[in-house]
C-alpha cells in the first residue's frame, strides 16, 4: 500500500497492525478480486455474443428456409396452372372429335403449342363422354386417329395443313433478337449473378479493366423441359446463341 489508507482499485481498508502480514492478504484479496469479476465480466459477454449469434443464425435460416419454401409453391402454383390448362384444352379437343363438333378446340389446343403426338391414357377415358366406344379403343390414340374413326380426317387434314402453313410463315419472319436475350427474365438474372460473381476489377493497369478469373458454368432450371418444344428450341437459341456459334467455327 503506498501512503494512502484505502486500496484505489477494491476499496479495501489497510488494518491499522503493522506486524500482521494483511497487505500481502488484501493485495492478493484485491488482485484475486478483480481478476475474477474481469474474467466474469468477459465470458458474459462473449456468451451474450454467442447467443446473439446463434439466435441471428436461427432466424437466418429460418427465413432463407421459408423464402425457399414460398419460391418452391409459386413455381409448383404455375407448372400446375399450366398444365392443368393445358390438359383441359387436351381434353375439351378430344370431346369434340367424339361428339362431331366444330374442331376449333383441336386447332387452339395446337395454337398454344399442344403436342399433335399426345395419346389418349386410362386415366383421359375417365373424364370423356365415349358412350360409341370402348375405353380400350380410344387408349393409345391421336386427335388424328380420333378425326380418323369418327369420320372427320378430312376437316381435320385441313386444319392441320393450315397449321403447318402457319409455323412456316412464322419461320420466315425475321427473328428480333436482343442483347443480352429477354426470352426468360429469371434465367438471364441468374446467368448474370453467375457471371458477376468471376468477374474481378484488375488494379494493375491505369484504366478499369474487369477480367474473368476462370470459367463459369451456369445451369439452366428444370422448368424448361415443361415447355413445349417449339418453346426450348426458342429458349436454347436465344440464350445459347447458336447463331453467333456457328459464325464462329465458320472463322
Not at 497487505?23 to 475474477?36: A, F, K, N, Q
Not at 399426345?118 to 370402348?134: A, G, M, P, V
Request: aromatic share 8%; net charge positive; glycine share 4%.
Amino acid at each position: 500500500y503506498p501512503a494512502t489508507k484505502k486500496c484505489i482499485s477494491c476499496g479495501y481498508f489497510r488494518h491499522h497492525n503493522t506486524n500482521n502480514p494483511s497487505p500481502i492478504v488484501s493485495t492478493l484479496t484485491c488482485s484475486s478480486t478483480l481478476l475474477g469479476t474481469d474474467e466474469e465480466q468477459r465470458m458474459n459477454a462473449i456468451n451474450k455474443s454467442m447467443e446473439n449469434i446463434n439466435v441471428e443464425r436461427i432466424s437466418n435460416k429460418e427465413s432463407k428456409q421459408n423464402r425457399l419454401g414460398v419460391e418452391k409453391r409459386s413455381w409448383a402454383n404455375k407448372r400446375n396452372s399450366s398444365s392443368a390448362t393445358s390438359d383441359r384444352l387436351w381434353l375439351k379437343a378430344c370431346q369434340t372429335l367424339l361428339d362431331h363438333c366444330s374442331l376449333k378446340t383441336a386447332f387452339e389446343y395446337l395454337i398454344r403449342g399442344g403436342d399433335p403426338t399426345r395419346q389418349i391414357t386410362i386415366e383421359d377415358t375417365q373424364y370423356l363422354n365415349h358412350s360409341h366406344f370402348q375405353s380400350i379403343d380410344l387408349v393409345g390414340r391421336t386427335l388424328k386417329n380420333l378425326a380418323n374413326i369418327t369420320g372427320q380426317i378430312e376437316q381435320f387434314c385441313k386444319f392441320e395443313t393450315a397449321f403447318q402453313q402457319l409455323i412456316r410463315q412464322q419461320k420466315k419472319l425475321p427473328h428480333q433478337r436482343r442483347v443480352p436475350a429477354n426470352i426468360c427474365n429469371r434465367i438471364n438474372r441468374m446467368i448474370q449473378h453467375f457471371f458477376h460473381s468471376y468477374l474481378k476489377l484488375r488494379k494493375v493497369t491505369d484504366f478499369q479493366c474487369y477480367v474473368l478469373t476462370e470459367w463459369f458454368t451456369a445451369a439452366l432450371p428444370a422448368e424448361i423441359l415443361d415447355f413445349s418444344h417449339r418453346t426450348q428450341q426458342q429458349i436454347f437459341d436465344d440464350i445459347l446463341d447458336q447463331q453467333v456459334q456457328q459464325g464462329e467455327k465458320l472463322f
